[in-house]
């Protein structure tokens, strides 16, 4: 549906329209209120519908953020409350949902692929590539190392035991769909959606 | 809110899901109340204290004339069925304009406000008092149809308003129930009476927190918008809340809910920051902020104010 927006929608009221407005016809000179504009200040804030990613209810959530909506968008956010028209949650939130601001601004977030070695205690910065690699060479070690195409008694069951996959809760029905075809395509029978939290 | 609250040591909790009213008709003190926000107001906004005052006693004299005026025509029962079940506007303004004595309103109106206007305003109210019945149906066409009119009768037009706002806000209680919420292509024009929108109020109260409702500028109605949506090209994802700093602090409760699809703005005015606060008169009162918005060029404003029209 295309919404027609017309003229008749906009009702200019600037300087240049207070000489001749009602106000001033009223004997109500606009000179003062003209003059108050310079103690002023424009600011700006943005708000966004998100959905919590907490847990599997998927409530609706409005952030607000400072600023034009420009990048570092997320530094900027400042507040989070219920979407009072969201289907699901109505305006609640659950007291880890209400708090998701301190989750935003946690500087222990995890923001970016890490790596800790063997034998050492730190943590290494690795781009999303490197981070694909190692899990497909993991990956593909254990399943070479352990995959049985038949059980002890001779019947074939090409499962790969020693490697399981935990989904998030707040998996889309497609990401479902996309995580069972490819565990089950590997062979993997121990698959959970951690759909409760 | 379904079942009874849960109350503890602290107050209470919700009880179940909140399910806000979709239309929301105006109750008996809406004038009261609205007298009592634009005299708050005019104490504390710079450069607006007489005019706020002035509408605070036209506001003021709207609720004596609701409470004490028989209106001549009360609509028979019934009369709105037809229309509340097919969704058209019962009130629709244009259409009634003819069979109400919004006239005689007005001139209650001007009785009541007699004593309370200062020197300059007296020969406005003589001149409203002198128009014809032509004349003041004229200006009534031009107020319901959000037409600014030529500047020699314009300070006519918000007395006429005032007048059009009690009819219509007496009519809105011979309804036997609300309207549906309006949808498609006028889901920002009243349900009730088919005006355009003042502004539109974020509300604190139990039933219906944090939900945005519209609200007429003639009839008061207000009825549901979902938000962090566009009330003029109804498009979400680019909007903005502009507002007003005075050094820390922000100027004005409204701020303007402003589009990057359609370049309008419409004010919000969220009651989370002044339970008191109302659309119209906080409408008035942030002017400020229309005229920097206006100096700025990026957004042009929507939301007609019929205390407020400004020249073309």
Redesign the interface.
């Known amino acids: 549906?295309s919404?027609?927006?017309s003229r008749?929608?906009?009702?200019?009221?600037?300087?240049?329209?207070?000489?001749?407005?009602?106000?001033?016809?009223?004997?109500?000179a606009p000179d003062?209120?003209?003059?108050?504009?310079r103690?002023?200040?424009?600011?700006?804030?943005?708000?966004?519908?998100n959905v919590c990613t907490y847990c599997s209810v998927g409530c609706g959530m409005?952030l607000y953020a400072r600023g034009?909506?420009g990048a570092n968008v997320i530094d900027n956010i400042y507040h989070v409350?219920?979407?009072?028209?969201h289907p699901v949650s109505?305006?609640?939130l659950c007291p880890r949902g209400a708090g998701v601001l301190d989750f935003i601004h946690s500087p222990s977030r995890v923001k970016y692929p890490e790596v800790r070695e063997p034998n050492t205690n730190e943590w290494k910065r690795i781009s999303w590539d490197e981070a694909f690699d190692r899990i497909a060479r993991h990956m593909k070690d254990d399943r070479d190392r352990n995959f049985q195409t038949h059980d002890d008694q001779g019947r074939l069951v090409n499962r790969w035991m020693t490697t399981s996959m935990v989904a998030a809760s707040a998996c889309t029905n497609e990401t479902a769909y996309l995580t069972q075809k490819i565990t089950r395509a590997l062979g993997i029978l121990t698959l959970d959606n951690q759909a409760r939290v | 809110m379904k079942g009874p609250a849960v109350n503890h040591a602290f107050g209470s909790a919700p009880s179940g899901i909140m399910e806000p009213p979709r239309v929301v008709l105006p109750d008996h003190q809406l004038f009261a109340r609205r007298a009592a926000r634009l005299r708050t107001l005019s104490e504390n906004t710079p450069g607006l204290g007489e005019f706020l005052a002035f509408i605070a006693s036209v506001v003021q004299a709207q609720q004596q004339v609701l409470e004490t005026r028989e209106p001549a025509w009360v609509p028979a029962a019934g009369a709105f069925d037809a229309a509340l079940e097919h969704g058209m506007p019962p009130l629709g303004a244009q259409a009634l304009r003819r069979d109400i004595d919004w006239q005689q309103d007005l001139a209650a109106l001007l009785d009541a406000l007699e004593l309370q206007a200062g020197e300059r305003q007296r020969p406005l109210l003589a001149s409203v008092r002198g128009l014809s019945v032509q004349a003041l149906d004229d200006l009534a066409e031009q107020v319901l149809d959000a037409d600014p009119g030529d500047s020699g009768s314009r300070g006519q037009m918000p007395l006429v308003a005032a007048a059009l706002q009690v009819a219509w806000v007496r009519l809105t209680r011979a309804l036997p129930r609300p309207p549906e919420r309006p949808t498609g292509d006028v889901y920002a024009l009243c349900p009730c009476c088919g005006s355009q929108p003042v502004a539109s109020i974020v509300h604190v109260a139990p039933e219906r927190n944090g939900v945005r409702y519209l609200h007429c500028a003639i009839c008061a109605t207000e009825w549901h918008l979902e938000r962090v949506t566009c009330t003029i090209c109804h498009k979400g994802g680019q909007l903005h809340y502009l507002g007003l700093e005075d050094g820390d602090q922000s100027a004005f409760v409204a701020r303007a809910e402003a589009c990057d699809h359609c370049h309008g703005y419409l004010k919000i005015v969220p009651r989370e920051f002044d339970a008191e606060a109302d659309p119209l008169a906080d409408d008035l009162a942030s002017l400020a902020l229309d005229l920097m918005l206006d100096e700025a060029g990026q957004y042009t404003r929507s939301g007609y104010n019929p205390f407020l029209i400004a020249g073309a």
């Open positions: 549906m919404v027609r927006v008749r929608n906009f009702l200019k009221l600037g300087a240049a329209g207070l000489g001749a407005s009602s106000m001033a016809m009223m004997g109500f003062q209120a003209l003059a108050s504009v103690h002023f200040k424009l600011s700006g804030a943005t708000m966004t519908r409005l034009d909506g409350e219920g979407d009072p028209d109505r305006g609640s």
